[in-house]
C-alpha cells in the first residue's frame, strides 16, 4: 500500500472516529439534559410541597391564637373591631398576652411567606397583617411600645399604621413603655 493510500485511510478512520465521538456527545448531552430537567420537576414539586407545609403551619399557629380568643367573650374585637386597650387589669394583661401571640404569628408568617415566594399567599399574608394592625389598637400600641421584637412584621407595616394613636384610648402603663 502506498503512502498516499496509507494517509486516506489514517484520515477515513479519523473521521470515522471523530463522527462516533460526536455521536456519542449527543447522546449523553440529551441524557444529562433529560436528568437536569428531572432534577428541576422534583424541585419544583418540593418547592411546592414547602410551601404549602409552611403556609399550613403559619394557619396553624394563627388558628391556636383564634381558639385562645375564643375562650374569652369579646375579646376578639380588640384585634379586629377597634375595641381599645383596657386601662389596668388582668383583661388588660390576657388582651396584651394575646396581642403577643398574634404579633409572633403574623411576623413568623411574613418570615416564611418571604423565604417561599412559591406559596403564593405573600401578598395576601401581607395585606391580612396590615388590615389586622389597622384595626387593632391594641396591636399598634404594642408595636410601638416594642419595635424591635417583630421585624419581619415591622418590615411590611407602613409608618403611618404606627403613628401615635389618640392617647385617651390606648392608655399605656409605664410597665409597657418601650423605655421602661
Known amino acids: 500500500m502506498s503512502a498516499e493510500g496509507v494517509g486516506v485511510l489514517v484520515a477515513t478512520l479519523a473521521v470515522c472516529l471523530n463522527a462516533w465521538s460526536m455521536l456519542y456527545l449527543a447522546k449523553q448531552t440529551k441524557a444529562a439534559a433529560r436528568q437536569t430537567q428531572v432534577a428541576m420537576e422534583q424541585a419544583k414539586v418540593s418547592n411546592v410541597v414547602a410551601a404549602v407545609s409552611a403556609n399550613d403551619t403559619v394557619l396553624g399557629s394563627l388558628r391556636e391564637v383564634h381558639v385562645l380568643m375564643l375562650e374569652r367573650e369579646g375579646v376578639r374585637e380588640y384585634f379586629y373591631g377597634g375595641k381599645p386597650l383596657p386601662g389596668t387589669g388582668p383583661e388588660r394583661e390576657a388582651v396584651l398576652t ?25 401578598g395576601p399574608w401581607g395585606d391580612y397583617c396590615r388590615h389586622t394592625v389597622e384595626n387593632s389598637p391594641v396591636l399598634r400600641h404594642l408595636l410601638r411600645a416594642h419595635p424591635t421584637w417583630w421585624p419581619p412584621l415591622m418590615s411590611i407595616l407602613p409608618d403611618s ?17 418601650a423605655d421602661a
Open 161 to 177: 399604621l404606627l403613628r401615635a394613636d389618640d392617647p385617651a384610648r390606648v392608655p399605656a402603663p409605664d410597665s409597657d413603655r
Open 98 to 122: 394575646l396581642a403577643e401571640l398574634l404579633a409572633d404569628v403574623m411576623s413568623s408568617g411574613v418570615h416564611v411567606h418571604a423565604r417561599v415566594p412559591d406559596s403564593g399567599s405573600t
